[in-house]
């Protein structure tokens, strides 16, 4: 019987599970995870503002795989050996596979910056995101002790994507925090630092602008043309423009890193070309080296012919992918020839709390509640195409009205 190993179970590895599991051909699939859940990694910023709880969107793999078809391993990959065929993880050794589906997923970039690591917070996971949360409530009960203005200042290390949906969940809950800490709403801060003049260059000028029109009537302090330079115990220090050469400071209780990602450090040790943990894949999704192995997710870049760059992670271009790479498996598997990949962005929406949001869907620039709509509707769908009914019924986004 043939063997498929999946490492990664999120949006694109277990998507390719689920679509592989439903097939009646004679081969076995082993999934392997460090965690025994799947989670919602585009809503890690509600976990780390406290608007939900990790279960909110989280759930279990074994709810959503096939015990007949599916093997579910909870373990870590130390090294993946392309030419003997196997895939070495921590608690179970040496796993030997014919077609391998590689969606490691990604971990925070630092891009080499002073203390990025040792002195924000990052946010990448979902222990991470709780421990956000756990801090931004450490500091509000430190202030009424202390009455460090500091301490309520929640500053946030770029204003990508992440960034952004991050600010927008602080205000939401900025109502909490004040009276954790005693204090009014608008004595709690929130800063987003970004070094480039404008936010989130994936759209055009007047759709970012709105955005950080919004941000600002929604009192956050969003410092455009600011790169970082060191982040110390407590501070950032950040150079303000090209022209001025001095550096400032920030004091603030709670700093968070989102500045950016970069594919699993597993791609470089076991050997894959690759740039920042990603693999530029063939036009069906294969390693160029190896015709039996496909990088999908955040460790693919799969090329945007249109700007010749690479196409953005995100969950949508890794579900896709998730859902070709079991297509070509299956070709494989049945002695066919392999498809390519193509891909055209349906559009992306950002959210800025509970029920504002601000995007485009194909071309079409839509902002404010209706987006927000928008916003919850292609969680929802995530949900339903990874999870099914089950968990889009149990985890779903119905709450449009508040």
């Known amino acids: 019987m043939q063997e498929v190993l999946v490492l990664g179970a999120g949006y694109a590895g277990l998507k390719a599970v689920r679509q592989l599991q439903k097939q009646k051909d004679d081969f076995h699939i082993t999934l392997i995870d460090r965690n025994s859940y799947h989670y919602e990694a ?21 709810d959503v795989i096939n015990p007949d078809k599916v093997t579910f391993l909870q373990d870590e990959v130390v090294q993946v050996d392309r030419d003997a065929q196997t895939v070495t993880v921590k608690q179970n050794g040496a796993l030997a596979y014919d077609y391998l589906i590689v969606s490691l997923g990604f971990t925070s970039e630092t891009f080499g910056i002073p ?3 040792e002195n924000a917070l990052q946010m990448v996971n979902i222990d991470t995101a709780e421990a956000v949360h756990e801090h931004i409530l450490k500091m509000m009960a430190n202030y009424r002790e202390t009455k460090d203005e500091a301490s309520l200042r929640l500053l946030i290390c770029g204003a990508g994507f992440t960034g952004i949906e991050l600010a927008g969940a602080f205000v939401d809950e900025r109502q909490r925090y004040a009276e954790l800490a005693g204090v009014a709403p608008e004595q709690i801060e929130i800063i987003c630092v970004e070094a480039a003049n404008r936010i989130l260059p994936m759209f055009d000028d007047a759709l970012a ?8 009537k929604l009192g956050v302090n969003l410092m455009l043309g600011c790169t970082i330079k060191d982040i110390q115990s ?21 700093i968070i890193w989102t500045t950016g990602v970069s594919g699993s450090p597993v791609m470089g040790q076991s050997g894959f070309n690759q740039r920042r943990g990603r693999v530029m894949v063939n036009s069906d999704l294969r390693d160029p080296d190896h015709d039996n192995v496909y990088v999908i997710g955040d460790v693919s870049a799969f090329m945007d012919t ?12 890794a579900t896709r992918m998730g859902t070709h790479a079991a297509k070509n498996v299956l070709h494989q598997l049945r ?13 992306t929406v950002a959210s800025v709390g509970n029920t504002r949001a601000f995007g485009l869907v194909g071309k079409l620039p839509v902002k404010s509640y209706p987006a927000s709509v928008i916003k919850k509707s292609i969680m929802n769908k995530s949900l339903l195409d990874i999870g099914g009914l089950k968990e889009l019924l149990a985890k779903g986004r119905f709450d449009l009205y508040h």
């Open 115 to 117: 203390g990025a690591q």
């Open 335 to 347: 002695g066919e020839a392999t498809e390519d990949f193509s891909y055209q962005p349906l559009g």
């Open 42 to 62: 585009t809503e890690l910023h509600e976990v780390a503002a406290g608007s939900h709880s990790r279960d909110k969107i989280s759930y279990p793999i074994l």
């Open 234 to 254: 407590g501070q950032v220090c950040y150079a303000a423009g090209s022209e001025d050469s001095r550096l400032h400071t920030i004091a603030a209780g709670t």
């Open 306 to 317: 249109s700007c010749n760059r690479p196409f953005p992670t995100t969950a949508q271009i």
């Open 209 to 216: 602008q709105h955005g950080a029109d919004l941000l600002e």
